[in-house]
């Protein structure tokens, strides 16, 4: 079992930043692959950028350029660098790590709100 912990979210007015932060904890062993989701009012929850363990990075088309995903495998971190916010980003942002085994485990969400 991991348990993840999503903090950063907040108010940002258009064009500015947030960084994203998830604690990761328990079961770490044969994860192979970690990410963020969004999931706005009405909408279904999309994949915002991963890492594959050994492998690359992927962003959502809406957010490249603009966010950057990354992790700190000493601190069993995993953060996402928001830049250039617009009111479209608005929405409870999740992490989620997949693990051989355990499936997938995702965070409680944290709210991000653009807007002026």
């Known amino acids: 079992q991991v348990q993840l912990v999503e903090s950063g979210g907040g108010w940002v007015q258009p064009g500015g930043s947030l960084r994203l932060s998830c604690a990761a904890s328990g079961s770490l062993f044969g994860i192979v692959a970690m990410g963020w989701y969004r999931q706005a009012p009405g909408k279904q929850r999309e994949s915002v950028a991963g890492?594959?363990?050994?492998?690359?990075?992927n962003y959502a088309d809406s957010v490249k350029g603009r966010f950057t995903i990354s992790r700190d495998t000493a601190k069993n971190m995993m953060y996402l660098q928001m830049n250039s916010l617009k009111p479209e980003d608005t929405a409870v942002y999740y992490c989620n790590v997949r693990s051989i085994g355990a499936g997938d485990s995702w965070g409680q969400g944290t709210q991000v709100t653009v807007s002026s």
């Open positions: 890492i594959i363990v050994g492998g690359g990075l």
